[in-house]
């Protein structure tokens, strides 16, 4: 059974830093993501990572402050998330593709993890 399973949300100050972490099991995917969505906004494409190369890639709202990496030993993603701002705030979803490549659109994802809550406080 496919599954991701984030972890590391939480409420942080402005200007501070969280770590989220994506565990997927069953499996190894192409590419995975990272998409994060606010109340009463559309899913956001914050930021992605092909397994095979590392090579990251970022949404521009959060270039410079956001870093994505991964453990292949422990099959899992991170997102490192560094001078938070309160627009940050919102539910940030783990993703999975089985194609290789880049993509902004969530529909290009075929795996979902259940979403982790980060709060941003001013």
């Known amino acids: 059974q496919v599954q991701l399973v984030e972890s590391g949300g939480g409420l942080v100050q402005a200007g501070g830093s969280l770590r989220l972490s994506c565990a997927a099991s069953?499996?190894?995917?192409?590419?995975y993501a990272w998409f994060r969505q606010a109340p009463g906004k559309e899913r956001e494409f914050v930021a992605s990572i092909i397994w095979s190369t590392g090579r990251p890639y970022y949404g521009d709202s959060v270039k410079g402050r956001f870093t994505m990496s991964k453990d292949n030993a422990k099959n899992t993603v991170y997102l490192q998330m560094n001078s938070l701002k309160p627009e940050d705030t919102a539910v940030y979803y783990c993703?999975?593709?089985?194609?290789?490549?880049?993509?902004?659109?969530?529909?290009?994802?075929?795996?979902w993890g259940q979403g982790t809550q980060v709060t941003v406080s001013s």
């Open positions: 069953g499996r190894t995917f192409s590419t």
């Open positions: 993703a999975a593709s089985s194609s290789l490549g880049v993509s902004t659109a969530a529909g290009y994802y075929n795996y």
